[in-house]
């Protein structure tokens, strides 16, 4: 069975910094595709950040240049660096795995979210 853990959401005053974590654990055999979500209240899902195989990134047009996603591919963990956060940026931040574990094919796993207040 595969779980992911996320960590790292709180309160930080406006121009602050938060790192976020995922981490899967379970009998993993590859991750395809890491990702970062999340969603205000009021608002639709919206995709922060993702990271494929290959290392390659996207980020949304209102986080790029203040967002860093990155993975860890021998600890299974996805990474969401947040400098100069906004109020903007409030929203419960959730990770987003496609990834195959043994005996199975390629499947979406999702965090259970964390909440990120940026206020002062």
């Known amino acids: 069975q595969v779980q992911l853990v996320e960590s790292g959401g709180g309160l930080v005053q406006p121009g602050g910094s938060l790192r976020l974590s995922c981490a899967a654990s379970?009998?993993?055999?590859?991750?395809?595709?890491m990702a970062w979500y999340r969603q205000a209240p009021g608002k639709q899902r919206e995709l922060v950040a993702n990271v494929n195989s290959g290392g390659r990134t996207n980020y949304a047009d209102s986080v790029q240049g203040r967002f860093t996603i990155s993975r860890d591919n021998a600890k299974n963990t996805v990474y969401l660096q947040m400098n100069s956060l906004k109020p903007e940026d409030t929203a419960v931040y959730s990770c987003?795995?496609?990834?195959?574990?043994?005996?199975?094919?390629?499947?979406?796993?999702w965090g259970q979210g964390t909440q990120v207040t940026v206020s002062s």
């Open positions: 987003n795995l496609i990834l195959a574990a043994y005996g199975l094919g390629p499947r979406d796993y």
């Open positions: 379970g009998r993993i055999v590859s991750i395809n595709y």
